[in-house]
């Protein structure tokens, strides 16, 4: 058996490019909203059904046009889960609002609605909902509690393109959803994102937060004779060559997701009976939801035996690390949040999770030589 080094993740490779990259340059425009902007916004909606999608400079842009377009301000708050990427938490704060840390379930990573409710007061505004892994979030309750207290909810579906929730695409349940297509993501464009959204208005609004506060993009359609500044905004167009990247993943989309599901299910399938010996938590899917492979994660009893996986795998050529530090306890959080309830299981999570290696292109036999690293740890 081969004892080259596998790493935890490695960018698919679509296959037009190059070629589509050789479009760009030899055109006239790598600045955005060219042709490639079109047609990887057409696939990108095809994919999730949103009736609008805005491609943007990454999942961070999206996020932060959420925060705009939802007028955040000083006298705001926001709920964001504890276990999360700090721009989650960042791109509302940057709006002066008041991030509140909610707590998740061990069951998903997700977060917990009791923890929402909980959380909740009359300054509520919006609840940023993570759906880890791609998994979905417990939405039929979340959406309850924002339509009883009327607040917003944004989709921070950095894992999830082409998950689903009772047969409805993520990213599309809230208010506003958002995506990644950083190199570590399913689908990718080196770094890039999308905003999903399914308001009219708010999608007008949007096209001009994203290119600077102008409406360039009605001039771009012939609706205007010259654009003009209109409204706050910055800039979150992606180049051109970031769209070209990104259109030619999107034609593969099927194929990259059957190589990580393919992957995904091999550990799903080979590790049950190892993880019932040794007190080990799987990655679990319930059966209304349909995952992205995005990731694949198990827990350990202790964090000391979580460091001691890790360094057993390290040991074998196999790259397994852990994940998100939570945000609640960190300096930032600290300082421009507050936690109403202890996140007890957000620090219990944080410190015992571990990712496999997932990636379309790992071999069978890589798949197995991770199997064969983990089942001969015991706790």
């Not at 996986?309 to 790259?319: E, K, Q, T």
């Amino acid at each position: 058996m081969s004892t080259d080094r596998i790493i935890f993740s490695r960018p698919f490779r679509a296959r037009r490019e190059l070629a589509n990259l050789e479009t760009v340059l030899g055109s006239d425009q790598s600045h955005g909203d060219g042709p490639f902007t079109a047609t990887a916004t057409e696939k990108l909606k095809v994919i999730t059904g949103a009736p609008h999608a805005l491609l943007t400079t990454s999942c961070t842009s999206a996020l932060e046009m959420a925060g705009l377009l939802l007028q955040l301000g000083p006298d705001d708050e926001v709920i964001v889960p504890s276990f999360a990427f700090t721009s989650t938490a960042t791109a509302m704060a940057l709006r002066g609002a008041t991030c509140v840390f909610a707590d998740i379930d061990l069951d998903t990573g997700n977060l917990d609605p009791e923890s929402v409710a909980a959380a909740v007061t009359e300054r509520t505004k919006a609840v940023v909902v993570i759906h880890y892994g791609g998994v979905a979030a417990d939405m039929a309750r979340l959406l309850a509690l924002a339509n009883t207290h009327g607040f917003a909810i944004v989709e921070d579906n950095a894992h999830g393109l082409g998950g689903r929730w009772q047969g409805r695409p993520l990213g599309t349940l809230g208010s506003l959803g958002t995506l990644s297509f950083h190199d570590t993501k399913n689908v990718h464009c080196g770094e890039g994102g999308a905003l999903l959204l399914t308001d009219e208005i708010l999608m007008a609004r949007a096209e001009i937060i994203r290119e600077k506060g102008t409406d360039r993009a009605r001039f771009l359609r012939g609706a205007v004779d010259k654009y003009s500044w209109q409204d706050i905004g910055s800039s979150y167009l992606p180049s051109e060559l970031n769209a070209a990247v990104l259109d030619a993943q999107l034609d593969e989309f099927d194929t990259i997701q059957a190589g990580r599901h393919r992957v995904w299910d091999a550990y799903a399938a080979a590790l049950p009976e190892w993880a019932a010996r040794n007190d080990i938590h799987l990655m679990t899917v319930p059966a209304d939801r349909e995952h992205t492979a995005h990731l694949y994660y198990l827990r350990t009893p202790t964090e000391e035996r979580r460091d001691d996986l890790i360094a057993h795998l390290r040991a074998r050529g196999i790259v397994a690390p852990f994940h998100y530090v939570p945000l609640d306890s960190s300096p930032a959080g600290l300082k421009l949040g507050r936690t109403p309830h202890p996140c007890v299981r957000s620090a219990k999570f944080s410190g015992t999770v571990v990712r496999l290696p997932l990636w379309p292109d790992l071999t069978d036999e890589q798949v197995g030589r991770v199997i064969e690293g983990v089942t001969e740890f015991t706790v």
